[in-house]
DNA sequence: TGGTGAAGCGGGTGCGCTCCCAAGTTTCGG
DNA sequence: CCGAAACTTGGGAGCGCACCCGCTTCACCA
């Protein structure tokens, strides 16, 4: 069989080569059970020999649909935003759209990027601080389908999130129980509505101890480690209680130059339980996070759904998922603790 | 100012608001300089006030190109993946193309998802052990810029990955010269070429030392887990040189459990010092992971931009990113090792 | 055997945008 | 003061596909 088409094949090529109209190939294509079985596998054949594909643009176009949604996240360097997106494209990809993905990263122009990822696609989630509300607001009221993941409430966008304040009290008041009476909080509660419920939960669980805030910036390992570098040779915490785990290990890097031992010397504990926290012993919290993007990605489906069947619009649902303690060697000593 | 456009507002309505044609409300968005600055700015508040954005999908098919590609990958739980899309992501993003992402995952239908991909993409990046050359094949042949990651070469296409053999077999030697003489490789050189390359450069290593390979598959950390219950308890060998890290950590935990001390009783390595791999102490093999993807995005934009500008193709191109062996407690009592 | 309806198929329109081509307008130099 | 170059702008032809209609063709029933 000879390759013939280096360069696309359309429809018209195979209405052609099978010799029925473009119309009847579409049918053929896209199992109309209106055409015969004898032309479905006539231009069937054809199709596999011009080796044609559907152009998407122009189905798109005709349809008034993409077949794709999309998922802005600030970053993918942490573990937590890949398992999120991973749980994410997997519930896209079983109900038949592709994903965009956009990480915002610093980008200057992330409203934009956004704006205009909105165009390609049939739906919309938007995690964390990626963008404004107003970018989101806008979006939105363009009657897109948007879902808002581990992120602040916007009106009549649905929101995903995972459990911070609780799970932060029951964190701190373990730690006191500890007999911990010097805490510390490190992260900056304005970089992202997850950190601010953590504190919040946070000082909320720290009764009968003193919590000093540290407003370290940025949520990555080096952050951590350059913040704590500083403040151990300062102050003299008890317990250390970090924006997440990447910070909380930079926390355990630093306090191993200085030759602090964990947990007898500083109990330190983060957020998250990154695969490292298990290895490192780090007291820490687990969040769903596959289950987080999975959620938002049945959601979005379910609006778009409604969106083409003329459904009245159910009003914006907001869903907090558990979040769970997970006890390790880091946040103090214990009779006995193995993971 | 009223909230109009609730549904998508088209050329038309604008250039109707604008008073002018479609034709140089076209032109008037897209910064071209045929039009009066005057007429621009009358064009670019009459969108706005529409809150218009082009259609992407009849902008796509007018100008012949997606201004997007995609990029293939089997999975993103480890934080290998996670890595090097993002570096993927953020150099396509760069020279504005978006990103389509698709993980096979064990998907059944994984050749059927990769090429409905390829139709809503201006080039495609493969990466490992997704589908099967057959399909790349077939796929490049449509005159689609193909790059593959991490993976086997195939006849006129690009492919970018880290170096295998040559640090394996350093990494063997290492272990050799720290006394151990039995030697297992735990992973499977069928489950991806990057496994097979380690592995023969393990056992080109491995002179003076007896070398079993054991076939575990999977290569996350349960399974590395589970394939080292087994094997511990059977054999006993002084180290185990696992095909990746989560595999190695897997053996870490089952090692604990059976009361082996690591490295004193057992050494154990790994493969692409993911971030636990450091606090597990574990000795390992550093790839240039967000490179990998940056080399394949940049690759890419040259075969796209190529193919526009009717440039003369090209030879196919090979390349292969550095990777260096990472020592730390795992592999070997030393004098001195800290990270 | 004429009538009836359903199945199978093709024509043609529209999706929203880009871009070529030509028409209209302004500006200058001779 | 006229004609041509230099700008601006509009008209219109696609891009490739889905889908609404309407025409044919038959099988089937009375």
Redesign the interface.
Not at 5 to 8: D, E, M, R
């Given at each position: 069989m000879a390759?013939k088409?280096?360069?696309?094949a359309t429809i018209y090529q195979v209405a052609q080569l099978a010799d029925v109209s473009i119309a009847t190939v579409s049918r053929a294509l896209r199992d109309s059970d209106l055409v015969t079985a004898e032309t479905r596998e006539r231009v069937r054949s054809a199709a596999r020999e011009l080796?044609f594909?559907?152009?998407?643009?122009?189905r798109?176009?005709a349809e008034g649909r993409?077949a794709?949604n999309g998922i802005v996240f600030p970053?993918?360097?942490g573990?937590y935003?890949?398992?999120v997106?991973?749980g994410y494209?997997?519930t896209a990809?079983a109900s038949g759209s592709?994903?965009?993905?956009?990480?915002t990263?610093g980008?200057p122009d992330a409203a934009a990027?956004v704006?205009?990822?909105?165009?390609?696609v049939d739906g919309l989630t938007v995690m964390g601080r990626t963008v404004d509300d107003e970018v989101v607001a806008?979006i939105a009221?363009?009657?897109l389908p948007v879902v808002l993941l581990a992120r602040d409430p916007v009106d009549g966008v649905d929101t995903v999130r995972a459990g911070n304040s609780g799970t932060a009290r029951a964190l701190a008041e373990h730690l006191v129980g500890h007999g911990h009476r010097t805490l510390t909080f490190l992260g900056d509660p304005d970089e992202s509505p997850d950190v601010a419920g953590r504190y919040a939960g946070v000082r909320a669980g720290s009764k009968g101890a003193r919590l000093t805030l540290v407003r370290g910036k940025g949520l990555d390992?080096d952050s951590g480690r350059r913040a704590a570098e500083q403040l151990l040779t300062r102050a003299k915490p008890d317990a250390v209680i970090c924006a997440n785990d990447?910070v909380a290990?930079g926390v355990?890097l630093a306090a191993?130059e200085q030759g602090l031992r964990v947990p007898e010397d500083l109990a330190v504990t983060g957020w998250d339980d990154?695969?490292?926290a298990?290895?490192?012993g780090l007291t820490t919290v687990r969040q769903p996070m596959r289950e987080l993007g999975a959620t938002a990605a049945r959601w979005l489906n379910r609006r778009i759904d409604e969106n083409s069947s003329e459904q009245n619009r159910t009003a914006a649902r907001r869903r907090i998922l558990a979040t769970e303690l997970v006890i390790r060697q880091s946040c103090g000593v214990h009779e006995e603790v193995r993971s």
């Open positions: 390759m088409a280096l360069s696309k080796n594909t559907p152009s998407r643009p122009a798109s176009l993409h794709a970053d993918l360097i573990p935003y890949a398992e997106v991973l494209e997997a990809a592709s994903v965009l993905i956009l990480a990263n980008r990027a704006r205009e990822l909105a165009g390609r806008g009221s363009t009657g390992l990447e290990l355990l191993s990154l695969l490292a298990r290895f490192a």
